[in-house]
């Protein structure tokens, strides 16, 4: 017996998209269900499925994820195998990377090959240095430094960017002249995704992993690390 349950995020997401995005969560199971038929491991699966996500624009992981105040795309993903101990691989605001669960995935496997000169392999990888190790590990990334800037943008995204960009300038400006109907808004108010999109597996031999990418919140400080990214905080799995 198998099992895969994953899910989109259950921020603000437009009613015109609802069908389209059964759809994507449809062929996701569908791809799930035909490697675990093949006996694939669970954390093989979870990334598949993530993967799978990230690559539509619909959500908020991957490509057309928000932007950074800076206008880039950084991404936040983790994996975690139960075990003893468990295996967990994570990479936080993660800028160039296609598909940031794959290295998420790629860096929980490194974790078990020990390095030269008694050096400890990381378990969590952040900004270019991610990019990075992305590159070396022959992943899809962006070709080059000066191409991270607008890697994974989509029109929808950077157009949702500029509009709340002024709208955050229109409110500091507002607070510096003390104006009385200056006020904070929520991220959904800004019209954006706001939440990680994440699967869990149990494969055929009854080993359990999780995992979860997003790409933060509209208009975050850049290098920000988010819960996504973090062991026990973004998600975790465990035996019973």
């Not at 952040?126 to 590990?137: I, K, N, P, T």
Request: glycine share 10%.
């Amino acid at each position: 017996m198998w099992l895969i349950c994953l899910h989109i995020g259950c921020g603000v997401h437009a009613h015109r998209n609802e069908y389209h995005l059964r759809r994507l969560m449809k062929t996701a199971c569908q791809s799930a269900a035909k490697a675990l038929a093949k006996s694939a491991d669970c954390m093989e699966v979870v990334a598949l499925v993530i993967s799978i996500l990230e690559d539509n624009e619909l959500t908020n992981a991957g490509k057309g994820a928000n932007l950074t105040e800076c206008g880039r795309v950084e991404c936040d993903a983790s994996i975690v195998r139960a075990g003893t101990p468990p295996l967990f691989g994570g990479c936080a605001a993660t800028p160039g990377v296609r598909n940031p669960i794959q290295l998420a995935r790629s860096i929980a496997m490194r974790t078990q090959q020990p390095l030269p000169l008694g050096r400890v392999p990381p378990n969590l990888v952040c900004g270019e240095g991610a990019w990075r190790l992305a590159c070396s590990l022959g992943l899809p990334t962006a070709a080059t430094l000066s191409d991270l800037q607008t890697y994974h943008h989509t029109p929808g995204s950077a157009e949702l960017h500029r509009t709340n960009l002024d709208r955050l300038k229109a409110f500091h400006y507002q607070q510096q002249q003390a104006t009385p109907t200056a006020s904070s808004s929520s991220n959904s108010e800004f019209g954006a995704l706001n939440d990680t999109v994440g699967a869990v597996c149990i494969d055929l031999s009854g080993r359990i992993a999780s995992g979860v990418s997003s790409g933060g919140i509209l208009l975050k400080h850049t290098g920000r690390v988010g819960e996504a990214a973090v062991p026990g905080a973004g998600c975790w799995a465990t035996s019973w």
